[in-house]
């Protein structure tokens, strides 16, 4: 199958994953025939990238490093959890904590066990899904991502579960926001945006005061700091910022604009990363992107990608530890179809990828 932009989508193609709502619910089934009406509900939907049937691609498999199933369960379980607190107000955290923290340690522990018996690079993409709010999805990706971070960064166990739990419940502080703000499809005011800036110690003061670890609570508190104290609430530097708070920094980032948004389509993976290390060194810890980008997919199974010889190829699957070098099928050259061939970057580091194709 194909990794495909929806906006290049054309009528008579077959869609070959189907669409989930978060609730695991399908909103567009598999092998569905593409007509104009279906691409442009997709598009009303944010889907910015779809899988659809092609001869030149039948054979590749489409890894995923969480099931889906977990995926839907984690991202209903972490809107329940939020929920519970937005509903019954600050004061009735005690009781609700007695009775959820118990659930989310064991979410993070399932989280945990699935990435680290997982001998493939990371990869989130080949789950195509819409979520009904962004908050609940970019809670648990990056939970993800850090968790593969931490572990590539050779944390101990106890500290890959802590930074887990933390990331989780990183912008738990937006739900004492209001939703008029929070939901907002159009750029924010200055003020409305200082009431944003607001989440990062709500969630603090809030953590701190539960059955979770300071460190747990200070993942809420940092993951808007920068290297250059040009982050908030604290505008803290350098060593002041606690390991948790630098990755938090990232993953939080890359999962923000590789994920659909009312106002943004999301980016590919490596146009996240460019996005990371234009700040490298200066917002961002420059050895932690560089472990992040050795343990995340690049480029996804199925995309398209454009060689600096010249040739289109497919990624047909990953080189583990060889983040930009995978095995590809190339299918032209300058332009022209030629007979398809697979050949493994990592054999021909003469032959680099210069972008994505279509």
């Not at 906006?7 to 709502?21: S, V």
């Not at 007509?35 to 590749?60: A, H, M, Q, W």
């Not at 995926?71 to 600050?90: C, D, L, M």
């Not at 994920?259 to 290390?277: F, T, V, W």
């Amino acid at each position: 199958m194909r990794l495909v932009p929806t906006r290049e989508l054309t009528e008579g193609k077959e869609l070959a994953k189907p669409i989930y709502n978060d609730q695991g619910k399908v909103l567009v089934q598999s092998e569905v025939t593409l007509t104009r009406p279906v691409i442009n509900r997709l598009l009303e939907l944010g889907v910015t990238f779809v899988y659809v049937k092609d001869e030149l691609s039948d054979d590749i498999v489409i890894h995923s490093s969480i099931s889906e199933q977990v995926r839907f369960e984690a991202i209903q379980t972490v809107k329940s959890f939020f929920y519970s607190f937005e509903n019954n107000g600050i004061k009735n955290k005690a009781f609700l904590f007695d009775k959820t923290t118990e659930k989310m340690s064991g979410l993070v522990d399932l989280l945990v066990s699935q990435i680290q018996e997982d001998d493939q690079v990371l990869t989130l993409m080949s789950d195509i899904f819409i979520s009904d709010d962004y908050l609940f999805e970019h809670s648990v990706n990056v939970a993800i991502y850090s968790i593969a971070l931490a572990n590539e960064l050779h944390f101990s166990q106890k500290e890959v579960k802590e930074i887990g739990l933390g990331a989780i419940l990183h912008d738990i502080g937006k739900v004492f926001l209001p939703d008029v703000i929070l939901k907002k499809n159009s750029q924010l005011t200055p003020e409305e945006f200082e009431t944003i800036k607001t989440h990062p110690e709500l969630g603090f003061e809030f953590l701190r005061k539960s059955d979770f670890s300071l460190l747990v609570a200070h993942c809420a508190y940092q993951h808007h700091e920068r290297l250059n104290g040009s982050g908030y609430p604290r505008g803290i530097k350098e060593d002041d910022i606690h390991k948790f708070g630098k990755v938090l920094a990232i993953t939080d980032v890359f999962d923000a604009v590789t994920s659909d948004r009312i106002y943004r389509e999301a980016m590919l993976p490596q146009e996240g990363l460019e996005i990371l290390y234009a700040g490298s060194g200066t917002l961002f810890d420059q050895e932690m992107i560089r472990t992040f980008r050795e343990s995340i997919t690049v480029y996804p199974n199925g995309v398209t990608i454009e060689l600096n010889n010249g040739c289109r190829a497919i990624v047909v699957r990953q080189n583990k530890q060889l983040y930009n070098r995978p095995v590809v099928r190339v299918i032209s050259y300058q332009n022209k179809v030629i007979t398809p061939y697979d050949l493994d970057l990592a054999d021909h580091l003469n032959i680099t990828v210069t972008g994505y194709g279509l």
